[in-house]
């Protein structure tokens, strides 16, 4: 998965005398994609699919072989839709999965 995961714990901080709070920045990820949503449901790619209900590892993005990004849901509907040969949504070339 072409990503990245950011977790921090900051020192506690003293706050009026002696009591201190503590903060704790949660972990994000975003995909490592040249776009912001899926070229085919137009969905963003840091949600998931019209198929799906949770972002993340169940549905993932898939790399063309021309660089363009799709859910994998998506590319798989339009790769099954097309005859004789499936073309990129984005760039009409030949559909290869990036390997």
């Known amino acids: 998965?072409?990503?990245s995961d950011k977790s921090q714990q900051l020192p506690d901080a003293t706050v009026s005398g002696n009591?201190?709070?503590?903060?704790?920045?949660?972990p994000s990820w975003t995909w490592d994609a040249q776009?912001?949503?899926c070229?085919?449901?137009?969905?963003?790619f840091d949600g998931c699919c019209p198929d799906?209900?949770?972002?993340?590892d169940d549905c993932p993005l898939i790399w063309g072989a021309c660089n363009h990004a799709f859910h994998l849901h998506c590319i798989l509907k339009w790769v099954n839709s097309q005859t004789p040969t499936a073309?990129?949504?984005m760039c009409r070339r030949?559909?290869?999965f990036k390997g």
Do not use: F, N
């Open 87 to 89: 073309h990129c949504p």
């Open 52 to 56: 799906c209900k949770l972002p993340g």
């Open 94 to 96: 030949e559909w290869q």
């Open 35 to 37: 776009d912001e949503t």
């Open 1 to 3: 998965m072409a990503g």
């Open 39 to 44: 070229g085919i449901c137009r969905m963003a």
């Open 19 to 26: 009591k201190k709070m503590r903060v704790k920045i949660l």
